[in-house]
């Protein structure tokens, strides 16, 4: 950190377009800062003002689907969250467990709503229910990483190693961060465990996280971020079809379903999983 410029790294960005900044402040005296104005001819606006901001202030706009400061947190925010640079896998791996077992745990709940028992599935009792449920939303998650990592690695072939395990982090957190919302989800269930509850919150995780993934897919693969978030969709979809189909667990309310008639066999495909 020189005497003038705060904190210096090349991958700030501008939170209103952008563009790559290397400060977001300027220090102008021991007890006095100046945020850096943005570079680029058509934004010069403040590069970062969720800086100054607090960080209740920065979820609700994250809630909002504001895209300032889903930039901020992911890539501005290193002091606040410092894993997203260089992640400590121990931690990132019990982040995972907790977010997969409430995700396993509303799933549960749905089961029991739509059954009216014990939400047993084949071959076990409860006990042996959630511990499926639990690996199959570990799987989802890791599943929809892989892929869209692999997807944008291929348009990044010419970025440096270091980046790409940056970029590979940011989309990790871009699928783990929304899913705290499942919290607010399991207290909404204590007023109202209906399946429209369920899907809303289901709703608004999958688009916080295709709105995360794109940012990030956008900053390597400029145009290809809508389609990357798409493409970590899909893999979800297929995903949860074909676990659908080994174990005979099916969306049990928590996810959207889809059903489309067969007309000639008046039959039902297999429900497609959106989130």
């Keep these: 950190m020189s005497a003038k410029d705060g904190e210096k790294d090349p991958s700030f960005v501008c939170v209103h377009c952008g563009a790559p900044c290397t400060a977001l402040y300027r220090k102008l005296s021991a007890s006095s800062i100046k945020a850096t104005t943005c570079v680029n001819e058509r934004c010069q606006q403040v590069v970062d003002p ?22 901020h947190v992911l890539f501005n925010a290193k002091k606040e969250f410092p894993l997203f ?7 990132a791996l019990q982040l995972t467990i907790a977010s997969c077992f409430l995700h396993a745990y509303l799933q549960y709940e749905a089961a029991k709503r739509n059954s009216g028992t014990d939400a047993t599935m084949q071959g076990g009792g409860q006990h042996t229910s959630m511990i499926l449920l639990i690996v199959a939303s570990i799987l989802d998650l890791m599943i929809r990483w892989w892929g869209v990592s692999l997807f944008v690695a291929a348009f990044s072939k010419s970025c440096q190693a270091q980046k790409v395990k940056i970029i590979t982090t940011r989309l990790f957190w871009s699928f783990l961060l929304p899913t705290a919302f499942h919290v607010t989800s399991i207290f909404v269930l204590i007023w109202e465990n209906s399946k429209t ?34 493409v970590g969709l899909a893999l979800g979809i297929l995903w949860r079809l074909v676990f659908s189909q080994i174990t005979a667990v099916p969306c049990l309310g928590f996810e959207v379903d889809l059903f489309f008639q067969l007309s000639e066999q008046n039959k039902l495909w297999p429900p497609i999983c959106l989130t």
Excluded: N
């Design 50 to 71: 969720y800086i100054e901001r607090e960080w209740l202030l920065v979820a609700i706009d994250w809630i909002l689907l504001r895209l300032e400061a889903y930039r």
């Design 197 to 230: 509850t369920r899907a809303l919150g289901s709703l608004l995780v999958a688009g916080w996280q295709c709105l995360a993934v794109s940012l990030v897919a956008d900053d390597v693969a400029p145009g290809y971020g809508k389609v990357t978030a798409a």
């Design 85 to 91: 640079e260089s992640v400590s896998w121990g931690r």
